[in-house]
């Protein structure tokens, strides 16, 4: 420990009771917020979709598909008896999909359950290890800070996304204190099998934590490559750390060869579709893909000003030497890995873990560095961080009624037709989430998430109409539903516009409509069961016409 972090120590424990910290209350706080703000949430968007259960992105229901064909169907994809490498978050699949097997009753619940479980755990986390933001005596501004911090880290919004994020993030909380453990010494066998297994979880959660396993790798090994380069005698429990390191290594990369083994076996790409669709990955050259595209990864860096701030902070507390430098270290590794090989935004969610992780090693790190020794100045910092980096993260969380409300008029109610009249039939669409879930039946996805051979043809020059409409023969695509003017491009010929729902408030020109295509042969009963289910949607944020 530091001389400042020393007498900080001596500080706190001379403190009287009545200003020491209350982790009680403050969990206890922080969990009411959270609450309140969720089902405030969920009050509202139950209110803008006539009481239908409604996540704020079409993808959650891509791996509620995913997991209850696992579950009942034996079937790795988005259509039972078709493999298709369509989520690179395995481990959520099968662990929502076992679920489901237990309690199928309220299998579309799940998600909203286990992400509300995770981020108490989470709190449980902040509550216990930082005392920044913590309650101590009647501090008014602390008090507030606690019941703002769910929304800072976003969790209300993490919750109804229904994606695997939340979980995600509190086991990389765990896995880091894991890691700080062992840096300070405890490198046990027992700590050391055990952050192997941590490792292989998290990364089957999501296998972005890779990179975050490369920095926890590099801040365990350094000691001993720097006194093996400097001649000197190595650090101690040196065997333990190459070990670790080791482990570093395999565990995240015993998942990826085997998700890529098993793809390859099913003759697709080594890495999910989502994945190659997204990034750059599989590049036409391996240059291409490992050489770092700053440009990309700015992209990614500048979208989200807080985790510009936080990244800040981390940089300086290394160069001040705080005692979390290593943890500091393998969390900037991971989060340049993440900004360079993967992705930010789509809601805010891809860098949640990052964040959150960022956020309690800021607050723990506080207390120890220079600019935060005036009490004065770390009231202020901490409020501005509080109340004006967030504030896209706000915005997202107020808007998430909204977004669900957009879901349900759009994808929910696109879904609701073809289950009605395309069942048992297969059916053409780009926004597949909300479409499988409820439509049982074949599935070409324009967008490729959940269809190899679109997949092959964007990557390999043919992703066009020609090639469509070979598939939807091939398939016996009984319909097809559209996002226009993106997706227009892609229709097959030969097939007949039957109805266009236009978006009201569309502010994205390339979202403006969903249009629904048929075989001309078969236009003519489309729009008849068109004018039917017409009669009983949902018209709050479309307006639908037959052409």
Known sequence: MTAISAIYARARSSAPADVMVNRRATFVTAVAALA?????????????????????????YIHLTMARNVAFHGTWGMVPGEFESSSSSPGWVLFIGGLMRAVPAIAEWLPFVVNAAACVGILAVFARHQEVIAIRGRSAWRIAAVVLLPAVLFLPALIQLGMEHSLHAVLVLVLLLQLERMLRGQLTWRRIAGFGLLLLVTTALRLETAGLALGCGVVLIAPCVISAVRRRSQPQ?????????????????????????????????????????????????????????????????????????????????????????????????ATFFQATYAQFGWYERYQAYLLIAGVLLALRSAPEMRLFQVRSRQVIAVAAMLLLLPLVKYWNIVGGPNAAANQFSQQHQMAQFLSRYYDAKTVMANDIGHVTWLHSGGLVDMWALGSFDVLAAQRNGYYNATFMTALAAQRHVAAVAEYSPSFDFLVPHGFAKVATWHLRDAGDPRWQAIVFWAPAADAPAMRSHMREFIATMSQDRVVAQID
């Open 36 to 60: 309140v703000m969720t089902l405030l949430m969920f009050g509202v968007t139950l209110l803008l979709t006539h009481g239908t259960l409604t996540y704020i992105i079409d993808d959650a």
């Open 237 to 333: 429990h040196a065997t333990r750390r190459i070990v670790a390191f080791a482990v570093s290594a395999i565990a995240p990369a015993a998942i990826i060869l085997t998700i890529g083994l098993v793809d390859v076996a099913h003759g697709q790409y080594f890495l999910p579709n989502s994945i190659v669709e997204k990034t750059h990955l599989l590049s036409s050259t391996i240059l291409g893909a490992v050489i770092p595209d700053l440009r990309w990864m700015w992209t990614n860096l500048s979208s989200d000003p807080f985790m510009l701030a936080v990244i800040g902070f981390g940089v300086i507390a290394v160069a001040q030497g705080v005692r979390l430098r290593g943890v500091w270290v393998a969390w900037l590794i």
